[in-house]
């Protein structure tokens, strides 16, 4: 069987496609973990809790393009 995210893009059946978009998204939910956990701690540096909220606002934008993406794949 064939991994599909070490399948060159060009070479990726329909299914494979979604595989790897939902792989992505994974790994996106993953991030949205860990950055809630840096958020919950509350380091008190102004310039840190900007970032974070732009990280956690990009991670969600990017999560919500996938999943659209991935849906648009038709079999």
């Not at 399948?7 to 993953?30: H, K, M, N, S, Y």
Request: proline content about 4%; cysteine-free.
């Amino acid at each position: 069987m064939r991994n599909a995210i070490v399948q060159l893009p060009d070479q990726r059946t329909v299914t494979e496609r979604r595989q790897v978009f939902r792989a992505a998204i994974r790994q996106l939910e993953r991030a949205e973990i860990y950055l809630s956990a840096v958020a919950y701690m509350e380091l008190g540096d102004p310039a840190a809790d900007r970032a974070l909220i732009k990280l956690r606002a990009d991670v969600a934008a990017l999560h919500r393009h996938l999943a659209r993406s991935r849906s648009a794949i038709r079999p």
